[in-house]
Nanobody, 127 residues
Framework: QVRLVESGGGLVQAGGSLSVSCIAS??????????MGWFRQAPGKEREFVAA????????VYKDSVKGRFTISRDNSKNTVYLQMNNLIPEDTAVYYC??????????????????WGQGTQVTVHS
């Protein structure tokens, strides 16, 4: 069973930056054969898509409200996916989860299509 462990969350002032990462282990296939996604869940709200990156091409897609502020990237040699978050606003406060799915299943932005999930890391942005 694929294991995903997030790290790097914390408390930051509005306008600041934070980077979270997710390392994958117990993979059946090479990390490059997994699409990776970042999702978040704010208090009292449903979990939502934030960003995703394809396994082989590293093509990226973002939620509209984070475009230009967040950057998803991956290092296949380290089995790690990153989410660099800049110009943070209080509305970005949430638990951030990484997710994985074999790339041929093309999960895209749909969280229901992701099979593997991390435990989440808290990001809090105060004004």
């Amino acid at each position: 069973q694929v294991r995903l462990v997030e790290s790097g969350g914390g408390l930051v002032q509005a306008g600041g930056s934070l980077s979270v990462s997710c390392i994958a282990s117990r993979l059946t296939f090479a990390f490059s054969r997994y699409d990776m996604g970042w999702f978040r869940q704010a208090p009292g709200k449903e979990r939502e898509f934030v960003a995703a990156i394809r396994g082989s091409t590293s093509t990226t897609v973002y939620k509209d409200s984070v475009k230009g502020r967040f950057t998803i990237s991956r290092d296949n040699s380290k089995n790690t996916v990153y989410l660099q978050m800049n110009n943070l606003i209080p509305e970005d406060t949430a638990v951030y989860y990484c997710a994985a799915q074999e790339t041929w299943r093309r999960p895209g932005t749909d969280q229901k299509q992701y099979a593997y999930w991390g435990q989440g890391t808290q990001v809090t942005v105060h004004s």
